[in-house]
């Protein structure tokens, strides 16, 4: 055994595993394979996971935009082959070479993220003239992920794409979630909010979906292209008031909601609409699909295991303690689940900034986590992003032990000051722990995995 200040080997052993249940995660949602394995091609029918078949009796057109869509495209592309007629996708600007040098037979364009541009009208422009004039007897298959709301967008008329831009900074700036954004933007857009599906009609449309979304929305995922948008104009104008906007907005914007209000704007398409009729959209990579997979792992490794939720939110530092508690409740008294155990959860936590510091939600958490196991044996906590990337850093988080506090003391670190400062990144920088994947082409949220050891873990 290490001196037992700096690490001990039930603690090294649970980090590692900790981290081999993460990355579980982040393999399982793997847009390429994803859709892989959610589609096949069996004669000339689509056949899906559910048991749904679709026949592909004419042209088969592919579309989407999101930041794993590209991956998604590759995806359909291997199942499909040249049943594939053409389709244009959106991906982020910088991806496009990549993503373009591993299709043959779908078009990519390159669009702006997080804010929507010229270029992400042109993206939705070109998707939606690709799917206009289909038959009945044609099939489109939409390839919709996180980013997909900025990457393709088509606004009602009159409105300006950096005017729209600007309200959705507002909006967020303001506090709203993404459910009240996503319910303004449907209504100032023509490809949002079920929008694509009405103008695929009579074409079949299989849409496939990778959820960043926590709780997993449809109608919130990309904004909603091929789904039905239960929200009204009422509904749209009630959160611009909420966030007392409505003095600032733009008079285009303002001449479509208030025309909305009166019935002279169409309405985005509601359930029921015919244009849904041969629609099937399908959620293929999520976050409680991720970590349903890791709690497989996780009990073939030998492992008593439990999700905790899929819909984790809060401030990160605050949700770490009450994380680290249960670690500890499990090593005292078997609750909720008793060792060696994994505790899993996803989702999305916040950070308030105050400090100057470097750092993202997942280190954030991590970091709190160490503070608050401060010398506790036997347990590990990793917490990263399934995109590879936390806050403005090159690392996807961090994995900590009840011995990461002493050995940060050992390098004259301070934990506390380092949370304060928001600096959670240059303080795995300098003590260790850091977690490094890359950009890994999907995003699910966020993933923590908590390993608690037995005695002896080799028992």
């Not at 026949?55 to 579309?63: C, E, M």
């Not at 160490?370 to 990793?382: E, H, P, S, W």
């Not at 923590?448 to 005695?455: F, H, L, N, S």
């Amino acid at each position: 055994m290490k001196h037992r200040s700096l690490v001990s080997e039930a603690s090294e052993h649970a980090r590692m595993v900790a981290v081999t249940l993460a990355l579980e995660g982040v393999a399982v949602a793997d847009p390429a394979k994803a859709v892989e394995n959610y589609v096949r091609l069996e004669g000339d029918e689509l056949v899906l996971r559910d048991g749904t078949r679709v026949g592909l009796r004419g042209r088969v057109i592919v579309v989407g935009a999101g930041k794993a869509t590209g991956g998604m495209a590759v995806g359909i592309e291997k199942v499909l082959g040249d049943r594939i007629s053409g389709g244009v996708i959106s991906v982020p600007e910088d991806l496009v070479e990549s993503v373009s040098k591993q299709l043959s037979r779908i078009q990519v364009v390159g669009a702006t993220h997080p804010r929507a541009s010229r270029k992400s009208v042109e993206a939705g422009e070109r998707i939606v003239s690709t799917v206009r004039g289909l038959r009945e007897e044609d099939t489109v298959i939409a390839l919709f992920s996180g980013g997909g709301s900025a990457l393709a967008e088509l606004p009602a008329e009159g409105v300006d794409i950096e005017e729209l831009g600007e309200l959705s900074v507002k909006l967020m700036k303001a506090g709203a979630d993404i459910v009240e954004l996503n319910t303004v933007r449907k209504h100032l857009s023509r490809f949002k909010g079920g929008w694509l599906a009405k103008h695929a009609y009579p074409a079949a449309v299989v849409a496939l979906l990778i959820s960043d979304v926590v709780g997993d929305r449809m109608d919130t995922i990309a904004s909603g292209p091929t789904v039905p948008d239960p929200t009204t104009y009422q509904d749209a104008v009630a959160v611009i008031r909420k966030y007392r906007l409505e003095d600032s907005l733009p008079q285009s914007i303002r001449r479509i909601l208030e025309d909305g209000l009166k019935g002279l704007a169409p309405e985005t398409p509601k359930p029921g609409d015919p244009a849904f009729s041969r629609v099937h959209n399908r959620i293929i990579a999520s976050n409680t699909l991720s970590l349903n997979a890791m709690a497989e792992k996780a009990k073939a490794m030998g492992y008593n295991t439990v999700i905790l939720t899929s819909l984790l939110e809060g401030e990160a530092r605050e949700v770490a303690k009450v994380l680290a508690a249960i670690a500890k409740e499990v090593l005292k008294t078997g609750n909720p689940v008793s060792p060696p155990a994994v505790i899993l959860a996803g989702g999305e936590t916040t950070v308030t900034v105050k400090g100057k510091g470097l750092g993202g939600r997942n280190q954030e958490l991590a970091l709190s986590a160490a503070i608050a196991l401060k010398g506790v044996d036997r347990v590990a906590l990793v917490s990263i992003g399934s995109d590879g990337r936390d806050g403005p850093t090159d690392v996807a988080g961090a994995v900590v032990d009840g011995y990461t506090y002493q050995r940060a003391l050992a390098k004259g670190v301070r934990p506390e000051e380092y949370l304060e400062n928001n600096d959670s990144y240059n303080f795995f920088r300098v003590v260790g722990g850091h977690v490094k994947t890359g950009y890994t082409g999907t995003n699910v949220n966020d993933f923590v995995v908590i390993v608690v050891e037995k005695e002896n873990p080799w028992e």
